[in-house]
């Protein structure tokens, strides 16, 4: 054979080996892609299910608090029947105390005519429950109406600390609320929540007794909307 024709056979030849694998090359070539296949079919496995195991801890923890689904009866969560029972006693509770609100007679200045006027049989205080008492330890409102001065800051506290749990403060007038008229004087309190925690403020000079008597229904609705035994069960 001349070597013109082996020149011209060459690139038949090597086009040949190149399409032409050896049949273990073929083999191992074909089991590592089926490898890498599989190794990328499991990693997107393991990804959904931590996935999904993450959403539904998070889940989980949005609704209970727990990472635990606690189930009963009827598939709800144990913990939800739990806070919805002692959020039915708290409005039971709280309708109770809100129906019977017992004010104490704290009168400092010319507001305690009007708030004597409430009680009165125009605007007749008692058909909401309400009843003034003598005595601290019967009353669970204090109504501060008029100018607290400096001396009768430390009866006021003492008075309030006698009062029983839950207790509550009206502050009646300008000058309870800030001092008022007399802001600037040496002898007064700049305000009666300096001295005890206020709940409700009713504006005015003196403020009429629709003013207190709408107060007192807006303490009334604080008090209904208060959770106090459902924050206690949260913590």
């Known amino acids: 054979m001349s070597i013109a024709t082996k020149t011209m056979m060459l690139p038949a030849t090597t086009s040949v080996l190149r399409r032409g694998l050896h049949p273990l090359s073929r083999t191992r070539s074909a089991a590592l892609v089926q490898r890498s296949n ?14 999904k195991a993450s959403s539904t801890t ?8 727990v990472d635990e689904l606690l189930t009963g009866t009827g598939g709800v969560p144990v913990n939800n029947k739990v806070e919805y029972t002692v959020s039915r006693v708290d409005d039971l509770v709280n309708w109770a105390r809100k129906g019977s609100l017992w004010p104490m007679t704290f009168g400092l200045a010319c507001c305690a005519v009007e708030m004597m006027h409430a009680a009165a049989s ?4 008692e058909r909401f429950g309400m009843v003034f008492r003598a005595s601290p330890r019967q009353s669970d409102v204090m109504i501060v109406a008029g100018t607290l001065t400096n001396k009768m800051a430390p009866a006021l506290r003492k008075v309030y600390d006698q009062m029983p749990e839950p207790r509550w403060v009206v502050s009646m007038g300008s000058c309870a609320n800030g001092g008022g008229y007399y802001h600037y004087s040496y002898s007064v309190v700049r305000g009666c929540d300096r001295i005890v925690p206020v709940d409700i403020y009713v504006p005015g000079c003196p403020p009429t007794a629709e003013a207190l008597l709408y107060g007192l229904l807006q303490l009334q609705k604080k008090i209904k909307g208060n959770k106090s035994l459902l924050l206690r069960l949260r913590k």
Do not use: K
């Open 38 to 51: 599989n190794v990328a079919r499991s990693n997107i496995i393991c990804r959904s299910m931590s996935d």
């Open 58 to 65: 998070s889940a989980l923890t949005r609704l209970d608090g």
């Open 122 to 125: 125009r605007y007749d205080m």
